[in-house]
């Protein structure tokens, strides 16, 4: 007998000893308990010292760190915002399912942050942006491509990162401490809020940097636990392929029989589920949005104190995508060996039982592995690990998405704002957004198919594509202009989401039960339409440009490659929306000072939005100080290290690739 509580579209089963699965709750113990609690009060302590030390009243110190950031932060940052509790709960739940293959969405990465800190950045600098919309702006000039832009990006946010984040994080809350998923969630995110909203950039860096060495400590011990569990390597590898669950009725075999290709990296590019061609050039699409000019990303590295240091934060995190690969990929196959019941189940009813969905258990693998495997404390750790992912990736996405709504929203709404009425904006802004992507999780759970990381990246494949187009010509190809951005940014955007919302109709179905989708929108393999999708939008922006006015090169000063080393002033096509009024925001009266009372001055400390006064600058003192923040010169010898890094990053990626393909 068994009872099914429903909290708003999650199912919360409750079962007595005559069932098979019993839910209990696995962290109940006094070791669990302190390392959690020791886990929570290290996070608050530095994230409340890196708000005191920095500069959180200014734009430039909230969203920017004050450009003060040395490279190992940035490189653990860059790390800890990319991988998130999805990751952990979708990446090994894929990789339980179909094998090895997932780990390529890690390892693309490999390249794409070479190219990301020594192409895409240097442009950013020379051009003195804060967002990637403001960068679309000075590129093409006009305000429609900078307000689509920014909320494409919000849109994408809410639909894949923070609800897909704050689901996964629930499925492993859910598994190993029975609460209540809605109430446990809003507890995490009014923490991971707090110093968001107060601490601004600076805060989050130092606390995922914090976050990466909790992971990264973590998920280590757990794969040293489990593959002492399978006998080593050798011995996993002949386990994985007799994985089977024991009850599978009259199902075709291929449902539930480990793939033949589980550990080929690259597959068949007709039958297989990520064929080789997706993998290389369709990820690499999806790669250069998210990696070279998503928000979230890219905010990091402008954050940097010199381009030296930009580039040796993309190699630390380089380095460390090589991880995934040993730490969620193979943990998650290992799962699938130690519970082919649960994690490889096929049966609508089973899969009902062990997990509340009725097309598959693979999102459990991991969580299921910690809770079985892991002693009396380290089970906590692992909890720890769970929550510094989930919080990572949440604190980089809101202060990210606060800093466009503001610069590239807001600045439309209110043109005449002051520098705190901007900072107080975009602190609301990351309260709504909560409220917006909670709202979004029912929708997830239901469209994810058993597979979470799978619906992430299907989503960006449908989205991003003719946005990378619009940012790669941009760069590279001058004669792109304003009409040709938009025409293919819109035409693209209609044929992804003809693709998207066709399948949500459908679904997505499973191999039990196949969608009813039209073969011919639904049978191109997602990572193919990302291709197509790529494809159609550059031709198109080349088309129409080319149909059209050229911007003349006095605009594009450091803009695009070609001109990047031109040293004439630039001539902006648009004004700025929003300019910071030394005189009205730095500087206040004594008086005005004096009116506020102790409560008032204390919530100003707190949220970083005290007055101060400042000395008011000479123009010359303005030209300086924006000559060093657009500069890009580097010490020969640094300069020299990194480049010589980057080579043997780029020699491992070959060699992975080569010897897992």
């Known amino acids: 007998m068994s009872q099914d509580y429903s909290y708003f579209g999650f199912s919360f089963i409750k079962r007595n000893a005559e069932n098979e699965t019993t839910n209990t709750v696995a962290l109940n113990n006094a070791a669990d308990i302190s390392v959690i609690v020791v886990y929570f009060l290290v996070v608050l302590v530095v994230g409340i010292l890196s708000m005191v030390r920095t500069n959180r009243s200014t734009v430039g110190g909230f969203f920017l760190a004050g450009r003060s950031m040395v490279w190992w932060p940035i490189g653990a940052s860059l790390f800890a915002s990319n991988i998130g509790s999805v990751h952990f709960v979708g990446i090994a739940g894929s990789a339980a399912a179909t094998g090895i293959a997932i780990g390529g969405f890690e390892w693309n990465a490999l390249i794409v942050v070479v190219i990301l800190g020594w192409i895409f950045v240097p442009i950013y600098i020379k051009a003195g942006i804060v967002t990637m919309p403001e960068y679309l702006k000075k590129r093409f000039g006009g305000q429609r491509i900078r307000i689509y832009l920014s909320v494409l990006s919000l849109a994408l946010y809410v639909f894949t990162k923070i609800s897909a984040d704050i689901f996964s994080g629930a499925v492993f809350i859910q598994l190993a401490l029975g609460l209540n998923i809605y109430l446990a969630v809003i507890a995490l995110l009014a923490v991971t809020a707090l110093y968001t909203v107060t601490g601004g950039l ?19 011990i757990l794969m040293g636990f489990a593959f002492h569990e399978v006998g080593g390597y050798a011995n996993f590898e002949k386990l994985y392929m007799q994985a089977v669950p024991s009850k599978t009725g009259n199902i075709s075999a291929e449902c539930y029989e480990p793939r033949e290709d589980s550990f080929h990296l690259f597959r068949d590019p007709i039958t297989g589920d990520l064929p080789w061609p997706g993998l290389v050039f369709g990820l690499t699409i999806q790669a250069a949005w998210y990696w070279c000019a998503d928000q979230v990303i890219v905010q990091r590295c402008l954050s940097a104190k010199s381009l030296s240091h930009v580039k040796g934060g993309c190699i630390l995190c380089g380095y460390l995508k090589l991880l995934p690969m040993f730490l969620m990929v193979f943990p998650g196959m290992i799962s699938r060996i130690l519970y082919p019941d649960v994690v490889a189940c096929v049966d609508p009813k089973e899969c009902e039982k062990h997990c509340g969905t009725d097309v598959g258990c693979s999102n459990i693998a991991y969580p299921k592995l910690v809770i079985e495997i892991m002693p009396d404390g380290l089970r906590g750790l692992m909890l720890s690990v769970m929550l510094a992912s989930l919080m990572s990736s949440l604190t980089s996405i809101f202060n990210s998405a606060s800093t466009l709504f503001t610069m590239d929203i807001y600045t439309k709404i209110r043109k005449s704002a002051n520098e705190k009425e901007l900072m107080i904006a975009g602190r609301v802004f990351i309260l709504v957004l909560i409220g917006m992507s909670i709202a979004w999780i029912p929708v997830v759970q239901a469209a994810q198919s058993g597979q979470l990381f799978v619906y992430t990246q299907s989503i960006t494949s449908y989205l991003a594509p003719p946005v990378a187009a619009v940012f790669l010509l941009g760069i590279f190809c001058k ?11 819109m035409i693209g955007l ?9 399948e949500f109709v459908y679904g997505t179905g499973s191999c039990i039960q196949p969608s009813n989708c ?12 990302g291709i197509i999708l790529f494809v159609i939008s550059c031709t198109i922006i080349l088309t129409v440009s080319l149909m059209t006015k050229p911007i003349d090169d006095k605009h594009l000063y450091r803009l695009c490659w070609s001109l990047r080393s031109r040293t004439e002033e630039r001539v902006d096509l648009e004004v700025d929306d929003w300019v910071d009024n030394q005189d009205s925001n730095s500087v206040d009266s004594d008086e005005d000072e004096k009116k506020h009372g102790f409560c008032k001055k204390a919530v100003m400390c707190f949220c970083g939005l005290e007055t101060k006064k400042g000395p008011k600058l000479t123009k010359e003192e303005e030209e300086e100080m924006k000559k060093q923040l657009t500069d890009t010169s580097e010490v020969p010898l640094w300069r020299n290290v990194v480049n010589a890094n980057a080579v043997i990053l780029l020699c491992v990626a070959v060699f992975f690739h080569g010897y897992f393909g």
């Open 202 to 220: 600076a805060a989050v860096i130092y606390t995922d940097t914090l976050q990466t060495i909790i992971m990264l400590i973590g998920s280590f």
């Open 494 to 502: 209609c044929i992804g989401l003809s693709r998207m919302i066709t």
């Open 479 to 489: 004669r792109v202009n304003e009409p040709g951005a938009f025409y293919g940014l």
């Open 518 to 529: 039209p073969t011919i929108i639904c049978g191109v393999h997602y990572l193919y339409f």
